[in-house]
């Protein structure tokens, strides 16, 4: 491998070990989810949304609320969180998304989803903090294995915190959706989530005294070449033959992080 690989790996990895990132809303506006796989709805479904969105969930305060899925085509659909509105018309293909209008801290509320067909209706919302938490094993390594860990499970009543735990699973492309659900921080939901993620969290709620949602995407040993898109390593050489072995390989449609 070329020295300056070598080196960008090093430094990638590295990078990789620890990441919290927060979630803030990108200026790509388009009707489509630019990474959607699955074109069209399943047999019997009239509204689909990612399981990212969910009740108990929290979503970023004081930035445009992207909300985005699939239903029939053209269908109008009508989103409404609080007292915020917005409305958008699905593609051909039935995608869409729209961008609810900023909104400072605060809830529960109810976030309701609606086309002419179906009706989605989530719960005990909260407009907060949201950090996406990702990495490999130093992210991972859970609740129930740190310092004190018995006395802080036992600490951990938290109704404003809550969690994502995004489950490991192999694809060959991006997926547009994930297994998991969100879940308020307690003793008996916050010993198998990641403790970096927890901590941090918590001391962000008690500086801040606003809802915030950790979303924990991490999945320890693995190589960092595995979190770069499939464009990124076929523009070097030395990932070629990696690249072609795995597209070769009997990977199905995962249900979590996605490894190429």
């Not at 927060?22 to 399943?42: N, Q």
């Not at 009543?157 to 699973?169: D, G, W």
Request: aromatic content about 8%.
């Amino acid at each position: 491998m070329k020295p300056s690989l070598i080196a960008a790996t090093f430094i990638a990895c590295m990078i990789l070990i620890t990441t919290l990132v927060p979630i803030r809303s990108g200026a790509e506006d388009s009707a489509s989810p630019a990474r959607s796989r699955t074109e069209h709805l399943a047999d019997g479904e009239d509204l689909w949304v990612p399981r990212i969105f969910g009740s108990r969930m929290v979503v970023q305060q004081t930035q445009p609320l992207p909300v985005w899925g699939r239903s029939a085509p053209h269908d109008t659909i009508h989103v409404s969180l609080g007292k915020s509105r917005a409305e958008t018309q699905a593609d051909a293909k039935g995608h869409w998304k729209l961008r609810l209008p900023p909104q400072t801290h605060g809830g529960p509320f109810q976030m309701v989803i609606r086309g002419t067909a179906a009706q989605r209706t989530f719960d005990d919302v909260f407009v907060g903090e949201v950090w996406l938490c990702s990495g490999q094993s130093n992210m991972e390594f859970p609740v129930k294995d740190a310092l004190n860990s018995r006395s802080e499970i036992a600490a951990a009543a938290h109704p404003r915190i809550r969690l994502f735990q995004v489950p490991n699973a192999v694809a060959k492309q991006p997926q547009d959706d994930c297994c998991g659900s969100w879940m308020t921080c307690s003793p008996s939901t916050i010993g198998d989530f990641s403790a970096v993620a927890y901590f941090f969290g918590r001391e962000l709620h008690r500086q801040l005294d606003v809802p915030v949602g950790l979303i924990d995407a991490s999945w320890g040993g693995s190589l960092c070449e595995a979190w770069m898109s499939h464009e990124a390593l076929a523009a070097n050489d030395d990932f070629n033959l990696v690249i072609q072995r795995a597209m070769g390989d009997n990977i199905g449609k995962g249900c979590g992080i996605t490894m190429p």
